[in-house]
């Protein structure tokens, strides 16, 4: 078992092992394990550092430091700059979402064969999500960890009769409620792939460096043989040593969604489709606003979700809670208007939506060689984002919110019952919300066709030998559903078949 961390100038560091992955996060970590697994020497390289749970933040501005990419700054640039989030730690995102799962819909791999011509995939993803859930402990949201607030939201889709089979299954073990995912689940009940896969890769003999962003994939003529960067530090952030990892088998790039298509471009790769096809489900949140006391940090983070919605209008809803600091960004006003409305903070509860988003967009790169993601969501896809407000909206009311915050500029702060056909007609414009892109998809996307996708169906990197990418980048659609548990079994099938 090995552990590389940051190493100073001069101290350059050379191995050499069966498969390099590069990304420790839901794709990367699984695909080390299915590697070690099989007994080949792996190494995991990860860009940002290794974090014990007990050191955690416990603040979204600790997380944004600690935890996030490029400290929560990436934006979309566009008609709004909407933030982009994903984490850079050892675990990658599944250490900061709501480690919610949900197996690939079997349309989507209808979808897949239809319109990319990836066929080959169905039974094996599957499978691997049987054992996936068996290794990361998948349980149902038990009574204890539900509190107020996912509650409340059953109860509003219990009052509007929504049909949804979907159960609501996590990657924890014995969650308790604690409402902490978004900034690390400090207790170890959340299963992210810091928890599980990483460790277990060590044990299996495999090295884990950190604090090691891969500049880029080195090249033997056409067969990919290693990766190289340099060591960064953590705090300070300033660069150390090189560190250069060969690969005599395969490189495996895993470094989502912006960063995977980037080290590609770096590296000197001009395939048509680098880049393309970005897709999201991005998405919002209303809050309801209650007479009694809801506390909605009391009880799983993301408690209660329905996919009834999935395929009409085109979305997800979810409970969501959020920490103080962030519900009060949200919270319009100053002096006197703003303390009272702070005061409601036990009655407020914030339920979202994601949009399965059609809208394409584009991952390119900065001058400084940083990811750039370009993306608008066009008029159809505004329209499932305000039909999606307008859910969430009725189901508040159902559940007995005396008024909801819609949180759109140019609309009333709250909104009563009987206003709320206003959300009806609540504008188009994506400047005059509040979203995030938690979901990402493409930039290396598969395909059959060299033209329109970066992969073939098993993740290998079209024109070139021995590099394959094991992330979301390599997902051609939307899904919407939960995207890890796609992400992790596309990736073990893609490792299975890379041994
Ligand atoms: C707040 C939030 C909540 C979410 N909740 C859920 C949920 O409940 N359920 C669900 O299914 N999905 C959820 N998601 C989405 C899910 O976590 C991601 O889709 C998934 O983790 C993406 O997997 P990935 O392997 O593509 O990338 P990541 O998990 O982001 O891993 C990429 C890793 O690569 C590293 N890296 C980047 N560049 C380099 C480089 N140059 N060199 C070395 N390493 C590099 C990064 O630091 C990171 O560790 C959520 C996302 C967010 C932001
Ligand atoms: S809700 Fe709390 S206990 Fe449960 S997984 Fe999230 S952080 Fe951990």
Redesign the pocket.
Known sequence: MSHVSFREKGQDFEASFDFVV?????????AAATLARAGRSVAL????AWRDPDDYPHSAYGGLRDL??AWGSQVTMGRALWPV??????????????????RTPSDIFRQWEAEHGISDLEAAVLKKQDQLERDLSVEEVQPNALGRANLLAIKGEAALGWADPHPML??TRGCDGGGM??QGCSTRKKQS?NIVFVPEVLRLGGTLVTC????RVLFEGTKAVG?T?RFLHPERRSKGATFTLRATKAVVI???????P??LMRSGLKLPALGKYFRAHPGTGVFGVYDEPVDMNIGAT?GWASTAFRQTPGLKL?TLAIPPELVASRLSGGGVQLMERLAQYRHITMWCHAVRAETAGRVTRSLFGNPVVHYTLDRPDMERFRAGMVLLARQHFAAGARAVIPGIAGMPYELSPDQVGLLDDAPLDPQKYIA??????GGCVMGKDAQTSVTDGNGRVHGVQHLVI????VIPTNLG????????GL?QVFAERLV
Request: with cysteine.
């Open positions: 590069v990304g420790s996060g839901a794709g990367g970590a699984a390289v990860e860009a940002g996030t990419d989030v994903q984490a850079r730690t050892v675990g990658g995102t599944t250490v900061i979402n709501s480690a919610i799962c949900v996590r990657y995912c978004l792939t090691a962003p891969v500049d990766v960067g895993a470094a989502s969604v912006t960063h995977s980037v080290i993301q979810e995030i892109l938690s979901h990402l998809f094991a992330d979301a980048s559903v939960n995207p890890q548990h796609t992400i992790m990736a």
